[in-house]
């Protein structure tokens, strides 16, 4: 005989407002949230446009597995033409019907503040023991208070976002660190797209590679799937008309998925409902899946196909290509700005590889890297982390402002507000000379990422080479002073 569920929503004491669990059983597999996101997700997940979010969070696939889908979104997020977003953030009621029973009914009830929009996500749960995995099917339904919000003149299909859920574990640390997680080899997304003419559509596990074409509409029953992790590819399958209406986007920040549906101006006066499961995908499919995938669209970035990785310690000669997966660690790469930012390759202070800028002409042009912090996937930090940034610079007939090192402080998503620390400026024809640059704790509000800048400000060349980053602490006395 094969599992026998027995699902329950129970609710854990050890805190106040005790968290809220389905359980299989004696197995918690899903947990429903309802609680004040802080910074830096916040601001990088939610824009800072939905403070207390209800979200189902950590479903497992499989009794006794980990959790591979680390966030459903129980909301709307309905983005008037123009502008504003209208978001169904308000929690209303959650019932529950099926306790104990193979097949679990959970329905969420929210509003936006302003009433336009009411929400109704009714989750079933159940067993299916052909795929031996939970099934989460979600019916969104959606009820315009006041369709004329978003039918404005000439502002044709208006599109809703359904839910951004994310991945467990995924993506990958940007930077090896002591006791970082694992991607446990997830390397790509595939899916089936209703014009699957060119074979099944993929996308590798790679920041930059977020850019390309993505499927906006499914077949009845099409899949999203992350691959390749054998017995563990959580899916998403688009079901009966919301198929075709359905579109998604990979944010190239955590590769959490925009799922999506476009909608006539008529189409606002009734009521609206999609559907979607979360469900495995079996190995066999996934095979089937990778026998028919075509070519990973053209990649790059202002004319690049690779790019150099950040890492800590780097002589900068370890390429990134743009259509293939990043790996674990999964970094971001360095990205030129400005004229004659190039990445060479037959010369370096301690091998043949350096980030070079040349230019003709005065100006600016610059090698950037924002992705070192806890907002892009590294180590959590602390009151007092600070970074000192080293790297070598050799010059040839540099005029201007020079050559240096930048650090600061970012803040995403919105303007910059901090400082650069610079190091010295270098000019004229030097040999390899090094620059430091430091930025200190307290960490400013919000702030969850350090922006490193290797800029020439002027005319002439400069190479590049053996960049140091270094995360400092206080001193535990200097805390007490």
């Given amino acids: ?161 359904i839910s951004d859920p994310w991945y ?59 691959t390749d992790c054998p017995g563990n590819n959580p899916a998403f399958e688009f079901v009966g008309d919301s198929a075709a209406r359905t579109g998604i986007g990979v944010c190239n920040w955590g590769y959490d998925i925009h799922l999506s549906a476009a909608y006539a101006r008529d189409e606002l006066y009734a009521p609206i409902c999609e559907t979607f499961r979360v469900r495995l995908c079996p190995d066999d499919q996934v095979a089937d899946l990778l026998r028919r995938v075509g070519p990973v669209p053209p990649v790059d970035y202002a004319g690049h196909v690779e790019l150099p990785r950040y890492e800590r310690h780097s002589s900068f000669d370890r390429p990134l290509r743009l259509d293939e997966p990043a790996g674990d660690p ?48 590294t180590q959590r930090w602390r009151r007092t982390t600070g970074f000192r940034v080293s790297v070598w610079v050799r010059t040839d007939d540099v005029t201007g402002r020079g050559a240096s090192l930048g650090l600061r402080w970012i803040l995403y998503n919105q303007p910059e507000r901090h400082a650069l620390s610079r190091s010295t400026r270098v000019q004229g024809t030097t040999d390899w000379t090094r620059l430091t640059a430091e930025i200190h704790g307290p960490v400013p509000d919000a702030v969850s990422a350090v922006e490193i800048v290797l800029r020439l400000d002027g005319a002439g060349s400069v190479w590049f080479d053996d960049i140091d980053v270094e995360i400092l602490e206080l001193e535990s006395e200097c805390l007490t002073s």
Avoid at 85 to 106: C, F, K
Wanted: with cysteine.
């Fill in 1 to 161: 005989m094969g599992h026998q569920s027995r699902f329950d929503v129970t609710t854990r004491g050890g805190v106040t407002a005790g968290q809220e669990w389905i359980c299989d059983g004696d197995e918690p597999i899903a947990r429903l949230e309802h609680v004040v996101v802080e910074q830096p997700e916040q601001n990088l997940r939610y824009f800072n446009r939905n403070l207390k979010p209800v979200v189902l969070r950590d479903l497992k696939l499989a009794p006794g597995g980990r959790p591979l889908v680390a966030g459903v979104q129980m909301f709307w997020n309905l983005q008037v033409p123009g502008g504003a977003h209208v978001i169904t953030s308000q929690l209303l009621d959650v019932t529950v019907e099926g306790r104990g029973t193979d097949r679990l009914t959970l329905t969420v009830t929210t509003a936006d503040p302003g009433r336009v929009a009411v929400s109704r996500r009714v989750l079933c749960l159940y067993w299916d023991e052909a795929t031996a995995s939970y099934v989460y099917e979600f019916t969104c339904h959606l009820d315009l208070q006041a369709p004329e919000t978003f039918d404005r003149p000439d502002c044709g299909p208006i599109h809703f976002e």
């Fill in 168 to 226: 467990c574990d995924v993506p990958a640390p940007t930077v090896a660190f002591d006791g970082g997680w694992s991607a446990h080899g997830f390397t790509r997304l595939l899916a089936e797209p209703v014009d699957a003419a060119d074979g099944v559509w993929q996308m590798p596990l790679n920041h930059l590679a977020t850019g390309i074409p993505t499927p906006q509409s499914f077949p009845e029953g099409g899949r999203l799937v992350l």
């Fill in 330 to 377: 999964d970094p971001w790469p360095w990205l030129p700005a400005g004229d004659g930012a190039g990445w060479c390759r037959d010369a370096g202070r301690s091998d043949d590889h350096s980030l070079q800028i040349t230019r003709t002409d005065d100006g600016v042009s610059e090698w950037r890297m924002d992705r070192e912090g806890e907002g892009a996937w």
